[in-house]
């Protein structure tokens, strides 16, 4: 992690694992998503939807994004930072953009997809209009073991 991690973080950090396992109770991929105000109140939570809501744009970040910006009554998360167990894919990094996200901490890495530093790194372009601050690695190995646990158990018999 090259930018300092906040004690909210790791706190946020915990409430998505717990929403990521949430996820894999009922089928979805284990990925869940914190969005939080500056001093770490929880604004918005979310977790991987996918499976159950049978839409392909009901990831984690998503359901997040929606559930802050729903309780501020505004798009505009600016003053936010969104904490999630994955590195966003590039859908999620677009949407974070779109909702002006100030700071993004995710947990593990995506090296198949993700949009925040591994494949691509869209919060970061200095060629669009807005960029997020981007802290990767948070709890990466309880992340990663999650998703390990996860797509073992399917591929068994």
């Known amino acids: 992690m090259s930018l300092p991690v906040r004690e909210t973080d790791d706190v ?4 998505a694992l717990a929403l990521a396992d949430e996820a894999a ?3 979805d991929v284990p990925v869940g998503a914190v969005v939080t105000a500056l001093d770490g109140t929880i604004l918005g939570r979310g977790r991987n939807l996918r499976e159950r809501d049978r ?3 009901a990831h984690a970040e998503i359901v997040a994004l929606r559930d802050a910006a729903s309780v501020l009554g505004s798009w505009n998360l600016e003053q936010s930072t ?3 167990t994955l590195e966003p894919c590039i859908m999620c990094a677009g949407a974070i953009l779109q ?3 100030g700071r993004v901490v995710f947990g593990a890495w995506d090296e198949k997809a993700g949009g925040a530093g591994s494949m691509h790194d869209l919060l970061r372009d200095r060629r669009l209009p807005h960029r997020a601050e981007v802290v990767g690695g ?3 190995d309880e992340a990663a073991a999650q998703l390990r646990a996860f797509f073992e158990a399917r591929r068994r018999p």
Do not use: F, K, N, T
Request: glycine share 6%.
């Open 55 to 57: 839409d392909p744009l």
């Open 138 to 140: 948070l709890r990466a």
């Open 82 to 84: 969104l904490v999630v």
């Open 12 to 15: 946020a950090m915990v409430e």
């Open 25 to 27: 109770r009922s089928g």
């Open 99 to 101: 909702a002006r996200v």
